[in-house]
């Protein structure tokens, strides 16, 4: 069908026949987004992850002692049932130590009402649960 020929038909269209006016804007617009959809897009690089480094230290030469290493060893493991003597005693820096001694904790972790905590296992942290009044309310390791 010649250009000529549909300008003639939409011209001669009866008056309440406007939906192809209406359609070809909207149209137009579906076939530009379907198109712009299929082009191809370039992957983004991600820049290169860092070399790995060994973190081992190599092991001491035969004619030098090795360094002292001044840490204290880390405990093993953590048991709350000692501290359980301790529930109903306010809070203070002096219970977190004697708490954490009593259990054979590493780290000692307080925490409050209302307050978020972590829920990651770490075998030597003694968790010390406090009420509203700030009295040890329960303790609980890992």
């Known amino acids: 069908m010649s250009s000529r020929r549909v300008t003639r038909l939409i011209r001669t269209a009866p008056a309440g026949d406007t939906w192809h006016r209406a359609a070809h804007p909207l149209l137009v617009a579906i076939a530009v987004v379907v198109l712009a959809s299929c082009s ?3 992957p983004v690089s991600a ?3 860092p070399p790995v480094v060994d973190r081992i230290p190599a092991p001491p030469v035969a004619d030098q002692p090795a ?3 001044d840490t204290p060893p880390a405990t093993m493991g953590c048991d709350p049932a000692p501290v359980q003597a301790l529930v109903g005693r306010p809070v203070d820096a002096g219970l977190e130590a004697r ?3 009593a259990a054979g904790a590493d780290m000692v972790r ?3 009402p209302g307050q978020g905590a972590t829920r990651d296992y ?3 942290r003694l968790t010390l649960y406090v009420d ?3 009295r040890l309310e329960r303790a609980h390791c890992g």
Do not use: H, M, S
């Open 99 to 101: 708490a954490r001694a």
């Open 132 to 134: 509203g009044d700030g």
């Open 110 to 112: 307080v925490v409050r």
């Open 40 to 42: 191809a897009r370039q």
């Open 122 to 124: 770490r075998e030597g």
């Open 67 to 69: 360094p002292a290493d």
């Open 47 to 49: 820049p290169a992850p």
